[in-house]
């Protein structure tokens, strides 16, 4: 019996389709729910230059309970090093080297030629290898490279410590038997692939991804790539786990999914990602926020049942203060999700705040570890205190919880420029999750730090507030 690895990319592609880009929230949901249903592998984005990035890394490391968290590395040692910084604390952590290995590729996306790439892909594997030892190296667009070049940098990866090996074949265009030989004939050439795990990276663009899938393993392949998203054209993760089910006893493969709950499971996840014909409810401003969530003769039952859906529990009082504000907005624009957010960020549980930002100095730059002094009055008093973050928002966030002396979990971020210019304002939204309830902060200032800070503490003040008066 075959035991495989699934590794679902839908985190990650989601990042480089526009249409398919989730929302902090949703990215942290979908993740959960495959680590409920057992996947073997996650993959997130990269960490980049958006604090969320490592923010997001960060919480499913403290998250998720059984899958590894794989997320890819940029051809560079800083990237490595912030991506270490945010991972570093998982339970199963991993990098994903990925490597453009076909000539068109190589040239378009780096502008190296197979002479220039190939140390280059091998000094930054030995790199990540050496910071996590659980490192995979990804082929990009395998099946069209040249075969004697794929073999040299295949080996070289392996020499410098890859433990995974994925060979994807970019364009779907492989028929299943065509898959299996190039499978044999790498085998071939690079005999060390046998003490390493081989990884196939299908597309459906044919709609034979599965039988290709089954091809593969059948000639070595005991990991296989799916996306539970439907929009990236990678194999579906529904659709091969059900042949595997279906089929796997036959042929001698078996899995780790907990298909029990497979059905459901595929359902919530192919709502986040809005492929099942559910409303989002425009949960991200940038791609669903033109879209209208509540019409403008909504009721206040309507307001109720779509914060409801949200995730947020509002008083009666709450509710209705939001509900006059609604109903002004409403006059003059279509209220979108993010109105809703603000509104309750801005309105819910208001009350003499317990924490107030005094001041805070951040010192960051590309050569150096972010670091945020962050000063606090409570009760007239003042409390301070210094971290190390990745990037100045995380760091302040970490002072900011030495002081609290709490740490609570991020559910969403979301920052965005409310005027133009070069004294832009920024308006960050925060939503922190405690009790099993949400609660949101908003912060508006011309500094996005300051916004993010103060949306921040606007959020935790909530929370603080709510278990005094034992709500």
Not at 50 to 75: E, F, G, K, N, Q
Not at 396 to 409: D, N, Q, R, S, T
Not at 419 to 430: F, H, S
């Amino acid at each position: 019996m075959i035991k495989i690895s699934i590794s679902d990319t839908s985190l990650r592609e989601s990042e480089q389709i526009y249409e398919a880009r989730l929302s902090f929230k949703e990215k942290l949901e979908t993740a959960k729910l495959l680590d409920k249903l057992q996947v073997d592998v996650i993959e997130t984005g990269p960490v980049g230059e958006a604090p969320a990035d490592a923010v997001l890394i960060r919480t499913l490391a403290s998250t998720l309970t059984y899958s590894t968290i794989c997320v890819p590395v940029l051809l560079n040692k800083e990237s490595i090093d912030k991506t270490w910084d945010a991972l570093s604390k998982a339970e199963k952590p991993r990098f994903n080297v990925i490597v453009p290995t076909s000539t068109v590729q190589m040239e378009y996306l780096h502008g190296l030629r197979a002479t220039a790439m190939l140390p280059l892909a091998k000094e930054i594997t030995q790199y990540a290898a050496s910071v996590c030892s659980e490192t995979e190296f990804t082929a990009e667009d395998a099946t069209r490279s040249d075969l004697g070049f794929l073999s040299e940098i295949l080996t070289a990866a392996i020499e410098a410590g890859a433990k995974y090996i994925t060979l994807s074949d970019f364009t779907g265009e492989l028929l299943p038997d065509e898959i299996g030989n190039f499978i044999e004939s790498v085998y071939e050439r690079v005999p060390q692939l046998k003490n390493v795990t081989l990884s196939m990276h299908l597309r459906d663009n044919l709609g034979l991804a599965s039988a290709a899938a089954l091809s593969a393993i059948g000639s070595g392949a005991s990991q296989i790539k799916v996306s539970s998203s439907g929009k990236s054209g990678t194999l579906s993760l529904e659709q091969f786990l059900n042949v595997i089910k279906v089929r796997g006893e036959t042929l001698g493969i078996s899995y780790n999914i907990n298909d029990t709950t497979l059905l459901r499971t595929s359902a919530q996840l192919a709502a986040l990602a809005g492929s099942s014909g559910v409303s989002r409810g425009g949960a991200d401003e940038n791609r669903s926020g033109d879209d209208a969530v509540l019409p403008e003769d909504a009721s206040l039952d309507d307001l109720r049942n779509y914060i409801d859906t949200l995730g947020y529990e509002l008083s009666d009082d709450d509710l209705e203060r939001i509900y006059g504000q609604f109903q002004e907005i409403a006059k003059n624009k279509k209220v979108v999700s993010r109105d809703v957010d603000a509104l309750i960020a801005e309105t819910a549980g208001q009350a003499a705040p317990t924490y107030q930002l005094r001041s805070y100095v951040i010192n960051s730059g590309n050569a150096i570890t972010a670091t945020a002094f962050i000063e606090l009055i409570k009760d007239g008093a003042a409390k301070d205190a210094i971290s190390a973050g990745d990037g100045p928002l995380d760091a302040a966030i970490k002072a900011a919880e030495l002081i609290f002396g709490v740490h609570y979990e991020l559910e969403d971020f979301q920052l965005q420029a409310v005027t133009g210019g070069r004294e832009a304002t920024g308006d960050a939204l925060i939503k922190l999750r405690h009790g099993g309830k949400l609660y949101s902060g908003r912060g508006v200032s011309t500094d996005i730090i300051a916004a993010g800070i103060r949306a921040y503490i606007s959020a935790v003040n909530k929370i603080i507030y709510e278990e005094r008066s034992g709500q």
